[in-house]
T-cell receptor, first 109, second 113 residues
Framework: KNEVEQSPQNLTAQEGEFITINCSYS?????LHWLQQHPGGGIVSLFM???GKKKHGRLIATINIQEKHSSLHITASHPRDSAVYIC???????????FGKGTHLIIQP | DAGVIQSPRHEVTEMGQEVTLRCKPI?????LFWYRQTMMRGLELLIY????????DSGMPEDRFSAKMPNASFSTLKIQPSEPRDSAVYFC???????????FGPGTRLTVL
């Protein structure tokens, strides 16, 4: 069982919809990252969280340390948001990031 | 800064050949990470360096893989001999600290025939 689980694996939505992607992890963490990978393959770091909530434009990331859960929200989604979103956690005791399998998001016009 | 630079962007080689992937991190970043991405396993950490010193290489699949960082601005990942199952996209990333935001290079798509 992967220590970092993401859901859903695939998500198709209409332009303008509010999107939520979930990430849960099994042990304590020191940091959690949300990454975006576009169809061309490049990976961009969206957020790094250790507590609370962060917002950047239409993107919002939250984390609940007690529940071992994080969410990535996209408001007013747009076709250019179509990408794979990857959750990655720096698990307690580990030296490097453990990655979720990713959520493949498609926003249709 | 130009960001993390990787070369080559694409590499096609035959089984048994030596492959060397290169990475130039962002200047001033103390941490450098090598990752591999496959359809089956997703992204996996192979090895990371702090101030040019390898800290954790537990993700390196086997002795055929080796990584070096001779100075703060250059790292290599070498596979010798290469095998078809090594086909993947290899990413290099750098950051100021272990927990912080990581900046990824464009990746090297390796195909071993």
């Amino acid at each position: 069982k992967n220590e970092v689980e993401q859901s859903p694996q695939n998500l198709t939505a209409q332009e303008g919809e509010f999107i939520t992607i979930n990430c849960s992890y099994s042990v304590g963490i020191s940091a959690l990252h949300w990454l975006q990978q576009h169809p061309g393959g490049g990976i961009v770091s969206l957020f790094m969280l250790s507590s609370g909530k962060k917002k950047h434009g239409r993107l919002i990331a939250t984390i609940n340390i007690q529940e071992k859960h994080s969410s990535l929200h996209i408001t007013a989604s747009h076709p250019r948001d179509s990408a794979v979103y990857i959750c990655a956690a720096l698990l307690g005791g580990a030296d490097g990031l453990t990655f979720g399998k990713g959520t493949h998001l498609i926003i249709q016009p | 800064d130009a960001g993390v630079i990787q070369s080559p962007r694409h590499e096609v080689t035959e089984m048994g050949q030596e492959v060397t992937l290169r990475c130039k991190p962002i200047s001033g970043h103390d941490y450098l990470f090598w990752y591999r991405q496959t359809m089956m396993r997703g992204l996996e950490l192979l090895i990371y360096f702090n101030n040019n010193v390898p800290i954790d290489d537990s993700g390196m699949p086997e002795d055929r893989f080796s990584a070096k960082m001779p100075n703060a601005s250059f790292s290599t990942l070498k596979i010798q001999p290469s095998e078809p199952r090594d086909s993947a996209v290899y990413f290099c990333a750098s950051s100021w600290n272990r927990e912080g935001v990581q900046y990824f290079g464009p990746g090297t798509r390796l195909t071993v025939l």
